[in-house]
């Protein structure tokens, strides 16, 4: 099932990635030479075999509810790209925006 | 099968969890007011690096949700990652339950007697809440706004996503099932269930059934801040939707938001682009695992359902629906009631002086049950004078004020507002019957001869006495000294 | 003794019995950074100011007789993903060029409260995700053996520093042979834990269920001081194990390895390796042999045939979501834009190269709805079985021998084009994170025309301790790594 042209833009879009015209057609190449790879697992007998087994881990531990605050604040506001006061901001959203 | 033309109603209710510190981060939840981008972090900022760790206490409060609901509670549950992006998601991805949410199954039992129904639950799940938004224009939308801020005090906050079946049939009973599920989350203290401030928020899915009794396009509902404006929201979107198919016109599968000012349902006019969220797995978060008896502990520390109550209430006490709901709206109050009659007051009198006298000092001192200075054992007493006829309401009510604004006992309230000073015994209460005895000689004189074989007139007599004690006396006692002075 | 080709341990010895001073550890390693730096480029920030600052508080420390720690005076050089607060943090990416994070890695602290300087951050490629310090977005680091070649990665950096001898250790991470390539490459050990062992918190995430922290050193004895120092567990990763961890020091200086079952993968037997690297496995087999070690055959069939393409599926789909977040709103490059959604595709689409597009597409493909069931949930069941047929193997050895890589150092430019010919150089090395296992890449040895080639040990979980006394044995009969440039 080769990926086409159209679809490697609607994934870029989904992923948010603005892609150049001469980078879709080496993206869709790679992307197809990678999911031609993939069909080796298709060989495999993967029948009764759990998807989520990460036995390895120990169960999530649970933090205890106190609330503390943070020191770093103005240090993280100071990175902002744009900052505006108190806030972080960004340019007008267009509606229907939010995917 | 349902009647082609009626409303299916499902809602999701997203309940913020009233913990001191975020789902996933030691910052302040109490974000209200807050000056924006305080109550952050690196893990509610989204800084890169940074990994989630949960909260403990979020777990036992929807654990002893989901065990109200009665639904199945899951040992081992896990999170997933909801992928979008948005600038108040500052990760790109909600931590989410999917698909093994924390419980699933149970039910939300609403109305009354005849009119009860049991609303099927689906799932309860965790996630977190996403930061907030403010917009630069005037009137404070998006569509009018050259930029936006974002503060991300909100992020990260813990969230219980409780989801209905679509088994809500009119808007009148989405409000009582909300209703309902809000007095719930109160009456358990796991969220303070405020729609205004957004603490609790609901999302309806409304359809029609169609001519053939199957499912109609579903139109997801938002925006809707309190219960008035849900049932109004309902109303608006149900005759919509009706008057589409009326019209032979097909219902859009869409979002939309319900305008309070206008009142209606407005659709968002961008495109609908569709939802690709990109679930899989939170690598960084292992499985929830309740340990051994933690929903057993979760269960032996919850009060009786509210609902519960009320009918105990309504079938032992023979009290009033209305009186069971108010008093069973809180944990606090209806134990408070509980207390007051195991001491030994009259349900229905405990009943109507919580409602009227209790309530009311609350409600002037902005306090809960829980700070109320006079407690159960204290209460009781008075109750009981009342109904003995030792006290007049009135005067119970004086008094009550005083142990209200003192911290005193009945007695001793009693006794500061000179009613004879407690209780009235020995020399004291002889003196009395003296009294009372001479100003009726008549009445002593019929007993001493016999003529009072009934005990009216002695009865006369210890009524006399009481009043003249302005109830401050035994009854037992009055009997018994009165005996004495009657030689019989 | 050259002080540069001195260990973490002797120079810590030094600092603490005042032979040595901290200042003068620091000193000697920024002349060497400036006499090697400008021919093989393996940093991207230099922290000589701040590192002389360290080293004269643990000279203070010595001077009024505390504890200065177990890495006094030890200069470290750390891969540039892992957080350092108010320094430049940049992933190798444009995205963070210019990030200063507002806050230090676990591992960053623990390091520094252990008393190891750091004295820069080390170049790699862009957010760890290639085989050759290629796709740093700054520039290129070089193969100390030969100038020509790549020195590997992604961890390129920080393997370089140590075979140069910046320092006796450097630190780096391993999502799928990202220290162990690289080590081999620059001929020097480096080991990728256990997953769980050390904390992730402040490691700028790749692939969270993958990712660990480990790392590079030119003595066996340095491998187990500074994982003392680094196994510890961490409350702010919710994936960092609870389990006590061993003293490491104790598994090194036994006198043989009898008892010690090792296999080797029939799989990777077959596998086409240069023969160079063939003729180093037996070196080392012939070694382990002579200490008492017993050889078997193991079999791995899934291993080899399932590996690369599940790896290359769960990774990317990891990638995907954890780099979502850089969307030009909080941190790092933003490009100016009209409205928010022209904000994200001009940032993303600017601030990201092209391996680390091709891995967000490919991962965003994987989880897209109609594919998840096809590409990633089969390869979530891959990797369980993986890890069963790991566990099995276990049953019967000790530790596994295999090759770290199939090639020898390649060519600067030479797989630039075919991401494939890249992907298959991980064959070795990537399945032992599918699995969370420890790996230890060692140095057995330089080709005829002077390159180094890496032999891998393998352990179970928990198994760091056999592999470094496997790793010891042969340090014992091959001596340790040599500097390359003639470590003067
Ligand atoms: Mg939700
Ligand atoms: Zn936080």
Redesign the interface.
Known sequence: MAVGEEEVRHIALLARLHVTDQETEPLQRHLNDILEHFERLKGLDLVNVDPFAREDLDATPWREDVACSWEGREEALSEAPVRDGDFFRVPRILEGNDE | MRQPGSPVIGLEIHVQVATESKLFCACSTDYIGAVPNTHVCPVCLGQPGSLPVINGRVVEYAVRTALALGARVGKSTRFHRKNYFYPDLPKAYQISQYDRPLAEGGALPIGEGENRKEIPITRLHLEEDAGKLVHSAADGRLGHSEYSLVDYNRGGVPLMEIVSEPEISTPAEAREYVATLRQLVRYLGVSDGDMEKGSLRVDANVSLTGADGKLGTKVEIKNMNSLRALERALDYEIARQADLIRKGESVRQETRHWDDGNGLTCGTRGKEEAHDYRYFPEPDLPALVLPDGFVEKQRDIMPEMPWILKERFVTDWGLSLQDAAVLTELPGLSRYVEDCVREGADPQRAANWIRTEVLRVLNEKRIGIEDFGVPAENLSPLLVKIDRGELSTTLAKTVFDRMVAEGLTALEALEKIGAPSGRLTGERLRNVIERVLEKESSAVEEIKSGKDPKGKKRGFLCGQIMREARGQADPEEVAKTLSRFLGC | MNRLQMSAADLARAVKNREVSAAENVQASIARIEEVEGRVHALLTPLFDRALEKAAQIDQKVGKGEDPGPLAGVPVIVKD???M??LK?T?GSRM?EN?????D?STVRFMEEAGAVILGKANMDEFAMGSSTENSAFFPTLNPWDLDRVPGGSSGGSAASVACGYAPLALGSDTGGSIRQPAAFCGVYGLKPT??LIS??????F???LDQVGPFSRSVEDLALVLNVLAKPD?????S???ERPDFMTFLGKENLKGLRVGVVSEFEAYPVQPEIKEAMERVQNILREAGARFSCVNLP?TI??G???Y??IAP??A??NL??Y????????VE??????????T???G?G?EV??R???G??V???GY?DA???????????I?REFKEAFQDVDMLLMPTTPTLPFRQGENVED??QM?LGDVFTLPVNLA?LPGLSLNAGYSKTGLPVGIQLVGP?WGEGTLLAAAEAVERVLGKPACAFGGV
Request: some cysteine; glycine content about 8%.
């Open positions: 993903n892992l957080c607060r108010g943090t992933c963070l990030w200063r994070p507002p806050y890695a997953y769980g992730r918190y402040g490691l700028v995430a692939a969270s269920s409350p702010a990763d919710a994936t194990s609870r389990r899934t045939e399932a690369l393409p599940c290359y599926i789909a990891e995907s979501s979502a977040r969307d030009g709103v909080r941190y790092g490059l933003s834009a009209r409205n928010l959604g022209d904000l994200y595709m001009k993303r689409g600017r990201f092209a597009k091709r967000i597409l490919t965003t493909y989880l897209s709805s998840y590409y990633y949930l089969v390869a979530l069941k891959a990797r369980t079985k890890s991401p494939i992907y969370s979980q």
